[in-house]
Nanobody, 124 residues
Framework: QVQLVESGGTMVQAGASLRLSCAVS????????LGWFRQAPGKEREFVAA????????YYTDSVQGRFFISRDNARKFVFLQMNSLRPDDSATYYC?????????????????WGRGTQVTVSS
């Protein structure tokens, strides 16, 4: 079992930066890839970024490449999503997720565990 709790979502203006946090716990979480997904109203949930817990290797969806950065704190058991140059179309509920490394690199990896989400709203 893996438990994921997100925090940090809020309302910001376009161009601002924001960091989301995900507290990770559970006996086996280090065997999973940790990632962020998002879902805007009326749209499907989409992959944003992922990181390997042990190596720190990461990958991103094209729309956030160069603006968003995923990282982890092994000691404190957190995964972060640093979001820069935010745009109104980044507005969504952001979910922390854990998925099997066998799905690493996929554009839409199958997720084993989800957090409850944190809301990000970017105003123009």
């Amino acid at each position: 079992q893996v438990q994921l709790v997100e925090s940090g979502g809020t309302m910001v203006q376009a161009g601002a930066s924001l960091r989301l946090s995900c507290a990770v716990s559970g006996r086996t979480f280090t065997t999973y890839a940790l990632g962020w997904f998002r879902q805007a109203p009326g749209k499907e949930r989409e992959f944003v970024a992922a990181i390997r817990w042990i190596t720190g290797e990461s990958y991103y969806t094209d729309s956030v490449q160069g603006r968003f950065f995923i990282s982890r704190d092994n000691a404190r058991k957190f995964v972060f999503l640093q979001m820069n140059s935010l745009r109104p179309d980044d507005s969504a509920t952001y979910y922390c997720a854990a998925f099997s490394p066998t799905h690493w690199g996929q554009a839409a990896p199958a997720v084993d565990y989800w957090g409850r989400g944190t809301q990000v709203t970017v105003s123009s």
